[in-house]
Structure formats: C-alpha cells, structure tokens
C-alpha cells in the first residue's frame, strides 16, 4: 500500500512538475499529494505581498500570471508537504560516478535576496544572470519574472539527463504562459568549462547546494571562477551544507573545533562513518549516528560509498508517528565539505577584488538563522559578495613630491 503511495505520488510529481495538472485526485485529502490543499499565503515566500517584491512590477496587474507564479512558488516551499516530491536523487552523465546529492526545496533565505536583487538591477539595464547547478530549475524559471526591462538568465547544469529530462518540462511550463522562455538560456556541462564567455559579465550569479560537493582544492578554484564571472559591481549569492552537529559532545564538533583552531581555512571538511534510517523508497531520514571522524586531504574526492559490514543494515518494521512502516538503515563512508559563514568569510578574504556584503546560516524550513551559533537545527550556511565596481587605486609616486592615484586595470 505504501509502495503504491509513493508510486502514484511520483507519477503525480512529474505530471505537476511538467505543469500538466495542479492537484492530484488521487489522495484528494493528503497534502503531500495534493498540492492544491496547501495555502499558498500561509508561508512567508509564497504569500503574494512577498512575490511582489521580486516580480517585476509590470505584471502585478496581470491577476492570471501573478496566480499561477504564486501556485508554482508555493509547490517547492518547505511548509508545504507537497515539497518533498521535489528533494530528487541527480542522475549522472553516463559514466560520471560522483555523488551530486538530490535537488532541494526552496531556501528562501538566499533566494529571496536573490531574486529581489535581479528586479532591482533590472530597473535600468537588461542585467546577464546566471545559475550554476541549476539542477530542475526550481530558482532559474523565476529569473525572467524579475526583469523589468528584459534580460537574459543562463543556467548551468553538469547532467545531461537533468537538463532534458527535469529542466525543460519545468522551466517551460512555468515561463510558457507568460511568454518569457526566450529569456532563459540553458548551458549544459562542467561550470569549469562551459562558462568562459560569460566571465566579467554576470550581474547577478545564484549557486545552491553545489560547494559542498568540491573538496578544498576545488572549492578554491570554484571561488576564483565566481570571481572572474563577476562583472565590476556583480554579486553572487551562494550556499551550501552546513554542518550535522547535535550538540558540543558530537565527534565531528570536536574535529571541527580542532581544526579551527589550527587555522584550517576548511575545518569542515570531514571523512566519518554513518549509519542512518530511511522511510524504504524515500529520501525522508529518521536519524542517524556518526563515527570515525577524520579530516581528510584537501585533494580527498567527495564520495558516499556504502559499507555493508554492519549487521543493523538491511529493512525492518518500525514505528513512524504511531504507523508501522518500512525502514532502511544503511552505513556508509562520507567525504564531504562542511561550510559556515565564518568559512564563507575566509574564502571570500583570499579575493581583493571580492566584497563579504553577508553571511549567515539558514534553518531547515529555509529561513535566514538569527545569530551565528549553529545550533536549533540549521541546514545551511549562505553568503552574498560583490565584486569591486572599480579596481583599488594604486599610489605612484613620481620624481617630484607630488603623489598621484590611478587606477590599475
Ligand atoms: C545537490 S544538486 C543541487 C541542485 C540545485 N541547485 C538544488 O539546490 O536543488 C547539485 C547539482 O550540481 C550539479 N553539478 C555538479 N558539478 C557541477 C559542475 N561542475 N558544473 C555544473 N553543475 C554541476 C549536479 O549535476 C547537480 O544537479
């Protein structure tokens, strides 16, 4: 019966997700596979004053667009249950074996800045934005909404089967109406690599959940292409795992407070063991226990292999708020690098031409964390830079005692 569940909530997804259908009659009373049943003014992102902040005034008036961005919004925010249809494991090119994770619900901590940024730029020029790991295209398709006076968004995505697959269906059906596909260009392949055209010309430049994903020694090279891509007076917004801590006793804490206090320009980024349980067939996980921290080598590869030398692995029966259902608990080995703003900040400083404007950490429901502990469950850290709008003057001393300033180039 369950398995039967989630098969008709992914086929649901993908007709909701394509813009085929809004509301399933299939669970008509079930707000995880009804997404008409969630009020899209119930949540501080989807309720339309806040839309109004980001979408460029030229459609306020137009009740049947501004309602359908308002429904499409409020599909991937975290307080609608129907969200968690969008959290998607990535399918790789072929042959590609890294691990990417899964998309992920809206974090409107750093996307709403974002988005109001564009709309703000956009006032007197046609501003060039740009998504890296644009994935499903669950921020890209809201970009074109934000210019005032046309523009043009690029969005990035390594997979292939992503972009085809995922991208397209959603980005069309959620511009379609509006006749705003032509503002939307998609650029498939490695960031590293297919962005070289636009570097020095991007106003606005938007990466979620990507950093996390590259060890130090690419984590350096991804800031430097942040960097180059600026144009003089750009702005990035970026974000990307925080840590797991549970309280100050938790092994990887520790490691990360040794490491901090070395100096370590990464200290989360760690190696440990982990044993976690899944609801079986969902991405849904109930709680996890972790060991054997280490932090390995700057050049360590990000992997997630799994370890199945424990006899706790396997499926079993267990009790789910008073429902008996079907777990699995797996063990595995991770490499992953952990961020913080204060870790944002030191890659951020190795930049003279790169301005820290903020950092923070996001909650798990995507909200902006009062404060800088990590604790009350956070999710995230984000930070939003700027590139320096004019090089620094350089002094130059002549023969003469007079001094004069120029700018470098
Ligand atoms: C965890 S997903 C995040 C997707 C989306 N930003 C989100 O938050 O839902 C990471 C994405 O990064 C993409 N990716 C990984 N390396 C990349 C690269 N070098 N250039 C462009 N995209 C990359 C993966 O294909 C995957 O779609």
Redesign the pocket.
Known sequence: MKKLSLLLASCFLLLASSGMVYASTTKTGDARFNSSLFNAESADFSRMETIKTWVADKYHNQTSIMKKVQGDVAMTVPQNPFSSH?AEP?V?NKGDT?Y?????HT?SAIELPFLQYVKQISQTRSPVTL??????G??SWKVPFCFQNGGIHYA????KI?LDQRFEPVVNSRLGHANLTKHLTSLQ????T?LDHLKGKVDALY????QH?FNPITNDKFMHLVNDLLAPGGRAYLSAHSFLFQDTEDALYKLYCKQKKGSDKYPGFVQYDVQFTNILGTEQGLEHTITNPIRPADDALITKVDKLDSDKCGVFNAFVNNQVVQVKTRKQNVVSNHFSPTIYQRTIADFPTLIHKDSFFITQEGERKKGWDWKGKISHAAAIVEKVAVPAPVAVTTTTTTATTVNTH
């Open positions: 969008f990535i790789n890294r990417f994770g899964k998309t992920f974090l998504e890296i790991a644009a994935s499903m669950l921020v990035n995505e390594l997979s992503v392949g490695d960031c590293f297919v990466v979620q959940n990507l994903f």
